[in-house]
């Protein structure tokens, strides 16, 4: 069983959106595949840092889990710490077939719990949060030494806060997601690199953009 691990630098938001897609990186049919990763980045009002693990099931079924620790810099959450426990799940649908589909199709769902701390002597907020949707992509041979990935992803993003102090409330967002990711392995000897940097929208004029590097093994 071949193992995955690498070096990732995170949007910081719901990372388990297809920034977790591990099963793009190896053909339908091939070993089964383990990851762990670790990454940080930042986003409006926030930077966070974070460890995940996953399984692919012979690149058609990605399953795995992201804890991400957040610092608040701004907004509702202001000087919080918060710490995101996020399972995730991928169905790699269709595959790219030369006769028959121009490009491989993946669904994406995950789930999100944050537990906040630091507003004490008061409750601290408790959070939620979804991100469901798809991706394309297409692998394309690059030589013998590199395979050239282009992803595109588009979801529904949704996430729920509840605050405690002074009168309760509920705050809710409800935006789009989409992400474009021009994926590379590489083949360097008997290792196996990848980057992936990212362009992207994510809902209130929330642009991001970044890079996620790691190593095949």
């Given amino acids: 069983m071949r ?12 990372v388990a959106s297809s920034a977790r897609a591990q099963g ?11 990851s762990a990763t670790v990454g940080g980045g930042v986003f409006k009002n926030a930077w966070g840092a974070g460890v995940a693990g996953g399984y692919s099931y012979r690149g058609v079924f990605d399953v795995g889990l992201d804890f991400t620790r957040f610092a608040y810099t701004g907004g509702d959450n202001n000087k919080l710490a918060g710490y995101s426990v996020a399972p995730y799940a991928n169905w790699h649908l269709l595959r790219h077939d030369v006769d028959e ?46 395979v050239f990935i282009p992803e595109a992803f588009v979801g529904f993003d949704m996430a729920y806060t509840h605050f405690y102090t002074g009168a309760y409330r509920t705050a809710s967002k409800y935006s ?42």
């Fill in 101 to 146: 589909f121009p490009v491989s199709i993946a669904a994406t769902f995950a789930m999100q719990r944050i537990f906040y701390a630091g507003s004490g002597p008061d409750a601290n907020p408790e959070g939620w949060g979804l991100v469901a949707g798809g991706s394309a992509y297409r692998r394309v041979e690059l030589g013998t030494s590199i």
């Fill in 176 to 217: 789009v997601r989409a992400l474009f990711k021009p994926n590379l392995l590489l083949h360097v000897g008997n290792s196996n690199y990848v980057l992936a940097p990212y362009v992207g929208y994510e809902g209130a004029l929330a642009f991001s953009a970044g890079a996620n590097v790691g190593a095949l093994f």
């Fill in 24 to 34: 793009i990186f190896i053909e339908k049919g091939d070993p089964n595949t383990l």
């Fill in 3 to 14: 193992k995955f691990i690498g070096l990732c630098f995170l949007t910081a938001t719901l």
